[in-house]
């Protein structure tokens, strides 16, 4: 078909002046019948409302726009005005909201392009229809003290956590950006990006970071355990991408986040070891069953948890001890804070604290103890203190009365000091019990390393049995000597 200069005139005319009458058409043609607000319409069983608030509408960004621009292809004199009715496409105009609008990815495409999605989520779902308002107006529900109960309309359960939490009540602050929903999710923190496990972690650091981090005359909420983050075991795992360290949500939550001091949250000191099971498992088992753990279960605040040894976000720094208290026990401290035994030292030598759990300090508690210098030096607390191989370093801590004072298990290759031992174990039976009672409940002798069990037990069989004889003996001598007499 071949066409001349007169018919592609035509042709562009008669197109030029349906855009020009479609264009032309005045606001008030729509609402002669959208401004009746009881007009609907029925779409898969529903009933929709088509009316429209010509006042609202005019407060909107989009006041100065024809109907026709955003409802297009629509056929004003036929009715339905089209066959198929489309949703607005806003990305006709608003091009770069995909680039502004990360927290929902699919928020600012068709939906057709959302097909893929499990949920469609279209621009008028959070801004609305006909009644926008400037997102900088006071009281408009995308406007930062508003977004989080917008946002909430749709997540709901999330919505219920987050008010409890002190990313909301931090909205009330001046001193202090205030998080909400977007400042958050503009940022890839979720699954539905599309990214490994590792990148997602990191992104979640990073992102939490941005606020918790200490920085010299910055105003941030920010602990002083972050100031050396990157230096604790997590940190430095996660900065380098290793998807099996812990990171800030692990521990934190995402949503339900309180202060640490407060009972709700995840992170309250006698929470902490249940968070720890997660990744330390055997470990958590060993303190969970130990006399801390026991404690701590009953809220006893004075008890150390996980984090009281090995610090919060970065290594815990070491704990002050008063120089008295290596005068009197002659502990060495460069020899305990090597150990990592410090940590036991800066609580069992505190004579309040101890006297307030009756308790006594370490040094009281020693001093049964021969050559005790000697014994600081080669010995840590859980080597004798805690239930696992002396090798290891126990968290199963036992309670004064399971605590072994086994100290065959160091010296039962020597039987010098295995002499020397026994006869201070003798001394201390006869003086917690009494001379008679010492000797009798006592499992020390001279020559230790001879000790058996079986031959004990034998050897007090015969001993009663030949007691016993001889006074039945003498009993019967005494009866039959009277009955003689007689």
Avoid at 85 to 109: D, M, Q, R, W
Wanted: hydrophobic share 30%; glycine share 6%; aromatic share 6%.
């Amino acid at each position: 078909m071949i066409f001349n200069f007169r018919t592609i005139l035509s042709i562009s005319l008669v197109l030029l002046f349906s855009a020009v009458r479609v264009f032309a058409q005045k606001n008030e043609v729509c609402l002669d019948c959208h401004k009746d607000p009881d007009i609907t319409t029925e779409r898969k069983g529903k009933t929709i409302s088509l009316s429209v608030n010509h006042q609202e509408l005019l407060r909107s960004p989009h006041a100065k726009l024809k109907c026709v621009q955003c409802h297009v292809n629509f056929d004003p004199e036929a009715f339905p005005h089209k066959e198929k009715i489309e949703p607005v496409n806003c990305l006709s105009c608003h091009a770069n909201a995909p680039a502004k609008h990360y927290f929902h990815p699919t928020g600012a495409l068709t939906k057709a392009q959302s097909a893929s999605m499990p949920k469609f989520f279209d621009c008028k779902s959070c801004h609305g229809r006909h009644d926008i308002i400037f997102p900088k107006n006071r009281g408009v529900n995308m406007q930062a003290s508003k977004v989080t109960e917008t946002c909430g309309n749709c997540h709901k359960n999330i919505y219920i956590e987050l008010l409890k939490s002190e990313h909301y009540k931090a909205q009330g602050k001046k001193d202090v950006t205030p998080p909400n929903c977007v400042i958050c999710h503009t940022n890839h923190i979720t699954k539905g990006f599309g990214l490994s496990p590792a990148e997602l972690k990191a992104n979640q650091e990073k992102l939490c970071l941005s606020c918790h981090r200490f920085e010299p005359g910055a105003k941030k909420v920010s602990p002083a355990s972050m100031i050396k983050y990157e230096t604790g075991n997590h940190g430095s795992r996660t900065i380098k991408g290793i998807n099996e360290a812990a990171g800030c949500v692990d521990c934190h939550g995402g949503h339900n986040l309180h202060k640490s001091e407060m009972l709700e949250p995840k992170v309250h000191k006698y929470k902490v070891p249940n968070i720890c099971s997660k990744c330390h498992v055997a470990v958590s088992a060993e303190y969970k069953s130990s006399i801390h753990g026991i404690s701590l279960l009953k809220k006893d605040m004075d008890t150390p948890g996980c984090t009281y040894c090995h610090g919060e976000h970065n290594p815990k720094p070491i704990p002050y001890v008063p120089n008295s208290v290596f005068q009197e026990t002659k502990i060495k401290r460069e020899v305990v804070i090597k150990n990592k035994m410090i940590y036991c030292i800066s609580c069992h030598s505190n004579e309040t604290l101890m006297k307030k759990n009756g308790r006594k300090t370490i040094a009281a508690a020693h001093n049964w103890l021969q050559n005790r210098e000697r014994h600081w030096e080669v010995l840590r607390c859980v080597d004798c203190h805690s239930s696992s191989d002396a090798h290891s370093l126990s968290h199963n801590i036992l309670p004064k009365s399971k605590t072994p004072r086994n100290c065959e298990d160091c010296h039962e290759q020597n039987s010098v000091l295995m002499t020397k031992m026994y006869k201070q174990k003798k001394i201390m039976a006869r003086e917690k019990s009494g001379i008679i009672a010492g000797i009798l409940n006592s499992t020390a002798y001279v020559n230790g390393t001879t000790r058996n069990l079986f031959l004990e037990i034998v050897t007090f069989v015969i001993i009663g049995l030949t007691i016993f004889a001889a006074l039945f003996h003498t009993m019967l001598r005494i009866y039959f000597r009277r009955g003689g007499k007689k």
